[in-house]
């Protein structure tokens, strides 16, 4: 009897083990090549992560240029550059629209920056608020308006 007891108490270790092991598993390690990139285009940054670091950026670059940051500045614009970029990768269907933001949203800053122009960053920081909000009006989120003025930057950078 004991030992019968003895020997279905270590099959149900053996089991739990299993069961455990089978959670644990790295599917990085056992996959696939097919199943692991099926998983990797499933985590590629969405749309909303993309666009969540450009709120920031876009409050950002405002305070940065305000604050006469102006280096701080162009380096927003050019990660926002890249964020657009990305974001015609891992979603195909937004790149018409992405590219055309990339050919007029970013007009006007090379001069405003060059010349450390509060006025003529103002004026492009006008047009790429307009460029945005017509990208979430042709993709269905016109409901998505900025901050004309926003009221403070994220970054630990700006005072
Ligand atoms: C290619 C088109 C496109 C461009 C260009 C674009 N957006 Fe968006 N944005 C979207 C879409 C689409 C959404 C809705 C997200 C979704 O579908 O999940 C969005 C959402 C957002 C959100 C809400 C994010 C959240 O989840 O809380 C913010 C903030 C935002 N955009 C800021 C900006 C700013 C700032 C710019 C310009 C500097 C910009 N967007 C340019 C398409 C665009």
């Not at 030992?3 to 108490?9: A, D, F, G, P, S």
């Not at 590629?44 to 500045?73: C, H, V």
Request: glycine letters at 4%; proline letters at 3%.
């Amino acid at each position: 009897m004991v030992t019968v007891m003895k020997y279905i108490l270590c099959l149900l270790l053996t089991l739990s083990a299993t069961i455990s092991h089978a959670s644990n598993d790295d599917w990085r390690k056992s996959d696939n090549d097919k199943e692991k990139l099926n998983k990797i285009i499933k985590v590629i940054p969405s749309t909303s992560d993309i666009m969540f670091q450009m709120g920031e950026r876009y409050k950002n670059l405002y305070w940065a240029a305000k604050q006469g940051k102006w280096a701080f500045a162009e380096y927003q614009l050019e990660e926002m550059e890249g964020l657009i970029k990305t974001l015609m990768i891992t979603r195909p269907k937004r790149g018409e629209t992405a590219a055309n933001f990339l050919a007029y949203g970013l007009n006007g800053y090379e001069d405003a920056i060059e010349n450390k122009n509060w006025a003529a960053f103002q004026k492009a920081f006008s047009k790429m608020r307009q460029a945005c909000e017509h990208c979430h009006k042709q993709n269905r989120h016109a409901f998505i308006k900025l901050q004309k003025t926003p009221a403070k930057g994220s970054s630990p950078v700006l005072d």
